[in-house]
């Protein structure tokens, strides 16, 4: 059965300093979350909480309509920040071990490693040592360990930090079929790229609160202005001039530019096209990195 998580008014505190202040935010199930902060903005602590490795100093963390438990936290794949795998162990015995510890018989558990290494693409990397692997490597490693359980929630700190683009792309496939399954899955990352590629929801958090959470659309609709860009034949340095435009970018033919929320776009493409010929004019997304930028400041 999938569910749903949700923090409810979460604070915690480490001494006299609030790292988390009221955070309130839910993973939907078979919705990839990307949870995203500056250094220190409190994404680990959030991350701890949920997983039990932290309690809260006030606040919830539900799973569907019930208060989280121990029992189920045991059916989580939580990938820390720390990353925790035995350097001398084989990858294959430290993915099956952590597969018997979640509960899984021998077998199943051989079982499942072995298509999660082929997946990740270690598959002929089993028989190594971990501390013989590459970071990247390792990293991967660390990915089917938070796996191979099939577990029903997926909780990873900064999975893609250290892949290459390669890998970034497998493991997102991976992690794509996780929540096509339907199980939340919530990912910390810096790479702001990454998260927009990837996401469906997003979660933006600064200073310990949640400045802004929805669907990627949502967060476009209701944290910036609506921008256009227009190329025209001849030099578009006008449009700098006209009423209620903001000028974001302007080259020579090209110009980007905003209006006041509401605004009507078409007066600047009339303008335009009494001056010649316009060769495009379009509404222009704003990128992630623009969004954090506008909720964070
Ligand atoms: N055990 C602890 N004791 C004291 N302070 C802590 C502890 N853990 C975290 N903090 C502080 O809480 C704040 C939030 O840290 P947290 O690790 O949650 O941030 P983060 O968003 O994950 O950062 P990063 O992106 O750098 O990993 C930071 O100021 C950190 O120094």
């Known amino acids: 059965m999938t569910r749903t998580l949700r923090l409810d008014g979460v604070d915690r505190s480490f001494g006299d300093r609030q790292v988390l202040k009221n955070v309130s935010f839910e993973v939907a199930a078979g919705r990839m979350t990307g949870f995203v902060g500056a250094n220190g903005a409190g994404k680990t ?5 949920i997983l039990g490795v932290l309690s809260p100093d006030a606040g919830e963390v539900r799973w569907g309509d019930t208060l989280l ?13 720390e990353r925790g795998l035995y350097p001398k162990m084989t990858t294959r015995e430290q993915v099956t071990y952590l597969g018997r510890l979640h509960g899984m018989d021998a077998p199943a558990a051989r079982r499942a490693t072995d298509t999660l290494l082929e997946r990740v693409g270690l598959g002929e990397r089993g028989d190594d040592l971990l501390e013989t692997l590459s970071l990247g490597n390792q990293q991967r490693a660390q990915i089917a360990a938070a796996l191979v359980h099939d577990p029903e929630v997926l909780v990873l700190d900064e999975p893609f930090s250290g892949l290459d683009p390669l890998a970034v792309d497998t493991v997102v496939t991976v ?3 996780r929540a096509s399954a339907g199980a939340p899955v919530l990912f910390s990352s810096h790479q702001l790229d990454v998260v927009e590629r990837l996401c469906d929801d ?7 609160a949640i400045r802004a959470a929805g669907s990627r659309q949502q967060l476009r609709d209701s944290y910036t202005a609506p921008r256009y860009e227009l190329v025209v034949a001849g030099d578009a340095g006008w449009v700098r001039d006209h009423p209620g435009v903001t000028l974001v970018e302007l080259d020579g033919a090209r110009v980007v530019f905003d209006l006041p929320a509401g605004a009507d776009e078409q007066p600047v493409l009339q303008a335009a096209l009494a001056r010649g010929p316009v060769r495009a004019f379009r509404p222009v997304s704003p990128s992630l990195t623009e969004i954090f930028r506008e909720v964070t400041q």
């Open 45 to 49: 602590t959030t991350m701890r909480i």
């Open 202 to 208: 997003l979660v933006i958090i600064a200073d310990g």
């Open 175 to 177: 992690l794509r079929e």
């Open 69 to 81: 438990t121990r029992q189920d936290r045991r059916r989580f794949g939580y990938m820390p920040e």
